[in-house]
T-cell receptor, first 114, second 115 residues
Framework: AQTVTQSQPEMSVQEAETVTLSCTYD???????LFWYKQPPSRQMILVIR??????QNATENRFSVNFQKAAKSFSLKISDSQLGDAAMYFC???????????FGAGTQVVVTP | NAGVMQNPRHLVRRRGQEARLRCSPM?????VYWYRQLPEEGLKFMVY????????ESGMPKERFSAEFPKEGPSILRIQQVVRGDSAAYFC?????????????FGPGTRLTVT
């Protein structure tokens, strides 16, 4: 069975600074997809970034980037130049196929201080 | 293009009553997923449906829960004889069909409270 682990319940960062959220996963599959979702207080789930396991290049989306280590089964998210609007719960998620279910970690609460 | 719509946004039921949660996918999307989020936890997969078909229900509790996605109309998640432990936020997501990798777009969720 696949599992997704986020070991940091909460991370605090100052505005304009950088924070890195960790995620590890367990799978026997060689081809899969990894995601980071953001859930602000509104509870709306928002896709932040996606990584295909067959791609060696780490995905980036503006201030968000990932460090994907396939052998270590690690998928961390880096938020650069943090903004107050980045404050939210961040969930790491795994999917084994193009259309299958998402498996989520427990989440990391990001607190941004002025 | 309107996003994924869920209604009601908030639903209060007494123990033993039935709860019906509705999800209208984004236009052009024919895949629907239901997830449940208990307080202070991540989302847990419940069921994956295509029009008139249940593709994966491995996350659905064996009793009291059912889901459908008819040819016409929204997808429905039905919980019979609700209990306090059913209190949670229920999220619906939809995605396209075809070849390639398709994102799941989430609705705003339905918060169910069982009193």
């Amino acid at each position: 069975a696949q599992t997704v682990t986020q070991s940091q319940p909460e991370m605090s960062v100052q505005e304009a600074e950088t924070v890195t959220l960790s995620c590890t996963y367990d799978t026997s599959e060689s081809d899969y997809y990894l995601f980071w979702y953001k859930q602000p207080p509104s509870r709306q789930m928002i896709l932040v970034i996606r990584q295909e396991a067959y791609k060696q290049q780490n995905a980036t989306e503006n201030r968000f980037s990932v460090n994907f280590q396939k052998a270590a089964k690690s998928f961390s998210l880096k938020i650069s130049d943090s903004q107050l609007g980045d404050a939210a719960m961040y969930f790491c998620a795994y999917r084994v196929s193009s259309w299958g279910k998402l498996q989520f970690g427990a989440g990391t609460q990001v607190v941004v201080t002025p | 293009n309107a996003g994924v719509m869920q209604n009601p946004r908030h639903l209060v039921r007494r123990r033993g009553q039935e709860a019906r949660l509705r999800c209208s996918p984004m236009k052009g999307h024919s895949h629907v997923y239901w997830y449940r989020q208990l307080p202070e936890e991540g989302l847990k997969f419940m069921v994956y449906l295509q029009k008139e078909n249940i593709i994966d229900e491995s996350g659905m509790p064996k009793e009291r829960f059912s889901a459908e996605f008819p040819k016409e109309g929204p997808s429905i998640l039905r919980i019979q004889q609700v209990v306090r432990g059913d209190s949670a936020a229920y999220f619906c997501a939809s995605s396209q069909t075809g070849t390639g990798i398709y994102e799941q777009y989430f609705g705003p969720g339905t918060r169910l409270t069982v009193t």
